[in-house]
């Protein structure tokens, strides 16, 4: 008997085992045209934590966006504005808020946003280089890291705003002392601002 004698159906098998293995993986990833709900687990919790959301028809949750903590205005009608600045109880802060353009035209969004940093750099683009200084102790937080050096804040940004839209915003750093009630938020292409932590 030779060696191939099998080979056929241990093909026809395999193959088989293929597309059943590929038809069960399509169904379970298949949606139907709705999204279950997500469990938050690891860095995507962390990331999430501290936001206050609002829930929408949709069942997508947003960012409160009904306190206004700060405004800053930058050059070429492009604005941020703060919405929150709160603490949790894993010991971060998280800042929330929306840059605007407010302009008549695209706003095309800068590379030193992202901070300059080469790690950060392959994540597109971010608020990364935003920073907290705490006057009262003399120490300026940086947006944290996860575990594979990603910054713990929105990415992936379009390069561009067009005019009168807005994109929302994220970053989180870790909690000044409990003693710390004002930080000043910094970021390139703004002026520095005071925000009261909650």
Known sequence: MSMWHGATPRRAAAATLAALTLSVSLVACGSGGEEP?????????AADSGKDKTPTDSGTT?????????????????EMVIHGAKRDD???LTVSGELKNTGGSVYTTPVQWSGQEQAVAGTGRSVAAMTLVDSQEKKRYYVLRDTDNRPLTTSGFTPSIKAGQSLSFFAQFPAPPQSTTKVDLQFPGFPNAPIEIS
């Open 37 to 45: 709900p997500q469990r938050e687990t690891g860095d995507s919790a």
């Open 90 to 92: 894993g010991g971060f």
């Open 62 to 78: 947003l960012p409160d966006t009904s306190e206004i903590l700060a405004t800053l205005k930058g050059d070429q009608g492009i």
